[in-house]
C-alpha cells in the first residue's frame, strides 16, 4: 500500500473511532427551559478560542471527547488549567499543466498535515501557548513545493501576560506567534497551503468594549522541510492594527505597517527595501436594502535602494442577499495593485502584497499575486442545507502596468515582459460539507485560461486544479 493510501485508511479510521467514541459520551442533564450553551467555534488562529465560559457551564451541551480536553485543571484548585487540542487534514489534488505548463502534463499527489496545540494557563494573567506541525506531500513528480512540507517544528511557542489597568484589558506576548489581521489582505496565516506561515517577536495590546489595537514586532519565520524553522533577521515587520466595533455590524479597521529586507529582490534587482503601509478597510450591510459592501485601500512610500517607493492598493465588493431558502448572496468585486512604469528611473510604483492569504480573493488555482494587477470577480454562494455551502467564482486578471512583471501569489516574478494587459480568466466551483463541528469535507476546482500577455511571454497551457479534502478539527 501506498504511503499516500495509508494516509486516506489512517483518517478514515482516526474518524470512525471518533464518532464512536463522541457517540457514547453522556446525554445531558435536564435542565432550564433556556437553550444550552455552545462550544466555542474553532478558529483558524487556535489561541483566539476561549473555552472557559463552556467548560464551566452547567447547563451547556453535551460535551464530546475533545470538550472535555479543554480546561483539565492541573492544581486541583482551579487556578492553573490546559487545553489540548488540534488538527488533521488530507488533500488530493490534480493538476494539468501547472503555471500554464511550466510543468506541463498531467499529475496528481496527496498532502497531509497535522496540527496539535497546548494551551497552558497560570491563574487567569499568565499562558503558555505551544503548537506544532507535521506537512507532508507525496507524489508530485517535480518534487513538493516550498509550501508543501515541514517535517516537524513549532508554529506557535509564545508566553503571553494580560490584566487590567485603568478599566482596560491589556497584555503583551513574547516568542513565534502566527498573525491574522482583517480579511487577510495583507497579513494572514495562508491556511490554504500545507505549511502555514508563522512569525517571531513580541507584541502587545489593549482592548476596550468596542474596539482593540495591537503593536507588533517580528520576523517571518523561514521553513525548512527537515531542519528547524528560523526567523529571518533580515527581514523586519512591524505593525499597529486597530480595529472598532462599536458599530457591531459596520466595524471598521485602520493599520500601518513597516517592512524592512536587506537583501530585498524586486524583478531581477536585489538592494535594500524599506516600506511603510498605511490603510483602512470597512464593511457592513447597506441600510434598508439588501446590499452589503466591503472596500479597504493602502498606500505604500519608502525606498527601496535609491528609488523612492510610491504604490498603493484598493479594492471593493458589493453584494446582494435576495433571501430564499438556499440563502443566496451575488457579489461583484474590483481590486487594484499599482505596477511600476518609470523603469529602472523615478519611483518604484510596484504594490508590496506583504504576507497575504491571496487565494482568498485570487482564485483556488493561487497563481496570481496583489501586485500590478487589476482584477474583476463575480461571486455567487449558496446554502442549499445548514450543513452544504456552494460557491461558484469567475475572476478576470490584468496587469495595471504593462511595463512592469505578472506576479505570481508569493510575490514573486510569474512572467515579465510583453505588450499585452490581460493576463487570464479563471472559473472556480466549490462545495464545501460541514459533517459535524469536527469533519468537513470540501472538493473543487479551477479552470484557468491563459490570456495574452502569457502567450507572449512563454508557455500558454490553460490550467486545470481539482481537489477533494478533509479536515477533521478537534
Excluded at 464518532?19 to 459520551?25: D, K, M, R
Excluded at 478597510?281 to 519608502?302: F, H, K, R
Excluded at 510604483?349 to 491571496?358: M, S
Amino acid at each position: 500500500m501506498t504511503r499516500r493510501a495509508h494516509l486516506v485508511v489512517a483518517l478514515a479510521s482516526a474518524c470512525g473511532l471518533w464518532t464512536a467514541v463522541a457517540g457514547a459520551a453522556p446525554a445531558a442533564a435536564e435542565g432550564p427551559a433556556a437553550a444550552p450553551a455552545k462550544p466555542p467555534k474553532y478558529e483558524n488562529l487556535r489561541f483566539q478560542e476561549d473555552w472557559n465560559a463552556f467548560c464551566a457551564t452547567r447547563d451547556a451541551e453535551p460535551r464530546d471527547v475533545s470538550d472535555r480536553m479543554k480546561r483539565l485543571v492541573l492544581d486541583g484548585r482551579g487556578h492553573v488549567w490546559v487545553d489540548v487540542g488540534g488538527q488533521v487534514r488530507v488533500r488530493y489534488e490534480a493538476w494539468s499543466d501547472q503555471g500554464f505548463g511550466a510543468v506541463p502534463g498531467d499529475d496528481g499527489w496527496g498532502l497531509l498535515r497535522a496540527r496539535t496545540h497546548v494551551d497552558l494557563h497560570l491563574g487567569c494573567h499568565v499562558r503558555l501557548f505551544a503548537e506544532g506541525i507535521y506537512a507532508d506531500a507525496d507524489g508530485r513528480d517535480a518534487g513538493p513545493r516550498p509550501v508543501d512540507e515541514n517535517h516537524g517544528d513549532l508554529l506557535n511557542l509564545f508566553v503571553e501576560g494580560r490584566g487590567r489597568v485603568n478599566g482596560l484589558d491589556v497584555g503583551g506576548w513574547v516568542g513565534r506567534h502566527e498573525l491574522l489581521f482583517g480579511k487577510q489582505r495583507l497579513v494572514g496565516p495562508v491556511d490554504w497551503t500545507n505549511v502555514r506561515r508563522t512569525f517571531e517577536g513580541g507584541g502587545v495590546w489593549a482592548k476596550g468594549c468596542h474596539w482593540r489595537l495591537d503593536a507588533f514586532v517580528v520576523n517571518p519565520v523561514l521553513v525548512e522541510a527537515d531542519e528547524a524553522d528560523e526567523a529571518d533577521d533580515d527581514t523586519l515587520f512591524a505593525g499597529v492594527h486597530y480595529r472598532n466595533t462599536a458599530t457591531s455590524d459596520r466595524p471598521f479597521e485602520l493599520y500601518a505597517y513597516w517592512l524592512d529586507r536587506d537583501p530585498a529582490t524586486w524583478q531581477k534587482v536585489v538592494d535594500e527595501e524599506s516600506r511603510l503601509t498605511v490603510g483602512g478597510s470597512c464593511t457592513g450591510p447597506i441600510c434598508g436594502t439588501c446590499l452589503d459592501y466591503d472596500a479597504e485601500a493602502a498606500l505604500q512610500v519608502g525606498e527601496f535602494g535609491d528609488r523612492d517607493v510610491f504604490a498603493w492598493m484598493a479594492t471593493a465588493e458589493l453584494g446582494w442577499k435576495p433571501g430564499g431558502c438556499w440563502q443566496p448572496r451575488l457579489a461583484l468585486g474590483a481590486d487594484y495593485a499599482s505596477g511600476d512604469d518609470d523603469g529602472a528611473g523615478g519611483d518604484l510604483g510596484t504594490f508590496n502584497q506583504l504576507f497575504p492569504t491571496g487565494h482568498l480573493w485570487f482564485g483556488w488555482a493561487d497563481l496570481i499575486g496583489r501586485q500590478n494587477l487589476i482584477a474583476a470577480r463575480f461571486t455567487a454562494t449558496a446554502k442549499p442545507t445548514e450543513k452544504l455551502t456552494l460557491r461558484f467564482d469567475a475572476h478576470q486578471f490584468w496587469r495595471a502596468s504593462t511595463d512592469d512583471a505578472v506576479y505570481n501569489a508569493g510575490g514573486g516574478v510569474l512572467r515579465a515582459g510583453g505588450d499585452a494587459r490581460a493576463v487570464a480568466t479563471e472559473f472556480d466551483l466549490q462545495a464545501k460539507l460541514a459533517v459535524d463541528r469536527h469533519l468537513e469535507l470540501e472538493v473543487g476546482g479551477a479552470f484557468v485560461l491563459a490570456g495574452d500577455v502569457i502567450e507572449e511571454t512563454g508557455p500558454d497551457e490553460d490550467v486545470l486544479f481539482l481537489y477533494a479534502q478533509a479536515t477533521f478539527t478537534f
